[in-house]
């Protein structure tokens, strides 16, 4: 029987659980967007490209504009309604990249990457899943001035939830990518594959993952990205749970897959690293204390949640 580790409570999953009310009904009421600059508790999030715009304080920064504050930060590109929060409106605004980084030396604003605000708690957690929100919908916009159809300038329209062409008629919507990731586990429960990218720091080690395509169910795609990135043929898939990722705008889909062979091929165009680990290792990994300072990711990301969920299991996991 393979060991079930006790990991203690388990930390938030990072950009989950949003606070907002999309109250998608007001997106077409001009009149009530409008008059949502009268209402005091109305807030924004700033974000230029990668960069968000942060109110320093003396704990928590706070990423929650007042109108009148963002009109005078930098000028601004789209604005896009997210929703009620706690009974007010909230909206994103975008400024360019390079306000954004211009702001950079005010000595009372922060102004930085999502993912150091999330790894770091630069904000209190109830402000990540709006400004994944926020964040993803903007880049959105940025790339997606044009008609994918015709070519023409399009509108923005319904409070920033669709484009417009005012040549072709076609209308445009927010797009998500779909990506699966997933812990692939050996037949007998007691391994579970994890790869190393190029890009991760020096110690670093998480699930597999990629893109699913058109056409193709998650559980194919599961299978079609575990064998292309490790040679591993995969038979049962499990659905653990989801999380918005907006670099720039996925939505991560973790799974458990079920290992039918053990031999590893590694595409190296993909990966630097490919290799089995067993509980104990998961478990010291995730925890920070592993012997030779392996690390899995930190509980923001939904790679943390994937592997921990399999190293509390008691094996039976399909
Ligand atoms: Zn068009």
């Known amino acids: 029987m393979p060991l079930a580790f ?3 409570q388990r930390p938030h999953l990072g950009y989950t ?3 907002i009310d999309r109250v998608a009904e007001r997106r077409l009421d001009t009149d009530w967007l409008a008059s949502r600059g009268a209402d005091a508790n109305t807030r924004t999030y700033v974000i230029g ?24 930060l930098a000028p ?3 604005t896009v309604f997210l929703g009620l929060f706690d009974g007010h409106a909230r909206f994103g605004v975008g400024i360019t990249p390079a306000s954004a980084e211009a702001l950079k030396t005010r000595d009372d604003l922060v102004v930085t990457d999502l993912r150091s605000i999330a790894i770091q708690g630069l904000v209190t957690p109830e402000h990540l899943p709006p400004l994944a929100e926020a964040k993803a919908m903007l880049h959105w916009h940025a790339r997606h001035r044009f008609c994918s159809n015709c070519g023409a300038a399009t509108d923005m329209v319904e409070a920033g ?3 417009a062409c005012p040549a072709c008629k ?23 594959l994890l790869g190393r990218s190029g890009r991760f720091a020096a110690t670093m080690w998480s699930c597999l993952a990629g893109f699913v395509e058109p056409g193709e169910a998650i559980e194919d795609a599961v299978r079609r990205e575990t064998l292309e990135e490790a040679g591993v043929k995969c038979g049962r898939v499990r659905y653990l749970y ?32 490919l290799r089995w680990f067993s509980k104990d290792e998961c478990a010291a990994m995730l925890m920070r204390k592993h012997p030779e300072g392996l690390t899995c990711p930190p509980p923001v990301a939904i790679a943390h ?13 399909f």
């Open 6 to 8: 006790d990991l203690g």
């Open 49 to 72: 490209g990668e960069l968000i715009v942060l109110k320093k304080g003396s704990g928590a920064h706070d990423p929650a504009f007042r109108l009148d504050e963002v009109r005078a």
């Open 161 to 163: 939830w669709k484009r």
């Open 305 to 317: 949640h994937i592997i921990r969920s399999w190293v509390e299991s008691n094996g039976a996991i």
């Open 76 to 78: 601004n590109t789209e």
């Open 17 to 19: 659980q949003s606070r």
């Open 170 to 192: 076609v209308e445009h919507f927010p797009r998500t990518d779909p990506v699966v990731i997933m812990l692939t586990i050996s037949a007998d429960g007691n391994k579970g």
């Open 242 to 273: 989801s999380q918005p990722w907006p670099f720039p705008m996925s939505l991560m889909i973790g799974a458990h897959a079920e290992a039918l062979n053990e031999d590893l091929t590694m595409d190296k165009n993909e990966l630097v690293g």
